[in-house]
């Protein structure tokens, strides 16, 4: 039997701390119904859902981390409403990763694309090394901000769509899975730039490669093609990433080589 894909979905916020405010609107409460609402969604289309807390209750950052890292989920998704200093000043959606080039850039690609076809303004990808649960949750991680609590557009937007920008969510993790599945796997991706480290007739070898790019914080695979084992350290969308992480990899000694499929 196939293993089922599973999530672990933070709500942001609870309890005692209600994250950001505007008027009568908290943002514990906004994360709480969406996430219930991604879960359901995610039910549906058969992948295992878990949440680091179902009711109004506050866990710590590092807490929420390790509930992820105890979990048996493949999957961090944590859930946000954003704000700034000035109400009213900004909108869309913003989704937070620990670093670049690895499973979680290709995660937050994809809820980024299917919120953006919902009709939310796509704020793009940033880095965020510091924040605690990107930092130490050992899984793909993302965070996403939906929309400004302190723009009334968003919020109407937020309301009327709740549903729709759930199953956007949804469905960017469910094609996170597939991707990932086909990295497994072995398999070429159409329109992907392929960091390549090494070609090795002896599957050992090509084993052992990827097995040390892994433990170096690498998301290596391997793929086998007219009688060759090629180790791949990373596939990418955007060129530019692909590019800064063969840079990285060149640090470290690695004769690599981009490669587009």
Do not use: C
């Not at 990295?183 to 097995?211: D, K, L, S």
């Not at 590019?243 to 490669?259: D, F, H, N, S």
Request: proline residues 3%; aromatic residues 8%; glycine residues 10%.
């Amino acid at each position: 039997m196939a293993k089922q894909n599973s999530v672990i979905i933070d709500p942001g916020h609870g309890g005692s701390d209600p994250g950001a405010v505007y008027g009568n609107r908290r943002e514990k409460d906004d994360t709480l119904a969406l996430s219930y609402d991604i879960g359901n969604a995610l039910e549906r289309r058969g992948v295992r859902v878990e949440y680091t807390r179902v009711g109004d209750v506050y866990n710590s950052p590092y807490e929420k981390a390790q509930i992820g890292n105890s979990s048996t989920a493949d999957l961090f998704l944590s859930i946000h409403r954003n704000a700034m200093a000035v109400p009213g000043s900004a909108s869309g959606t913003l989704s937070l990763i620990f670093g670049r080039g690895g499973d979680a850039e290709t995660f937050a690609e994809n809820i980024n694309k299917k919120l953006a076809a919902v009709g939310w303004n796509d704020l793009g990808i940033s880095e965020r090394p510091n924040l605690v649960v990107l930092r130490d949750t050992a899984l793909p991680a993302v965070l996403v901000e939906v929309g400004f609590i302190d723009n009334e557009k968003d919020n109407d937007f937020f309301d009327e769509n709740m549903s729709r920008t759930a199953d956007a969510i949804a469905d960017g993790i469910v094609q996170t899975f597939a991707e990932l599945e086909k990295q497994t796997a072995g398999e070429e991706m159409p329109g992907f730039y392929m960091v390549q480290t090494g070609i090795y007739r002896v599957r050992a070898n090509a084993e052992r490669e990827m097995e040390h790019l892994k433990s170096q914080g690498f998301p290596a695979f391997m793929t086998f093609k007219d009688g060759l084992y090629y180790v791949r350290a990373g596939a990418f969308r955007n060129m530019e990433n692909a590019v800064r992480q063969e840079q990285e990899l060149r640090k470290l000694g690695y004769p690599t080589l981009l490669v587009k499929t």
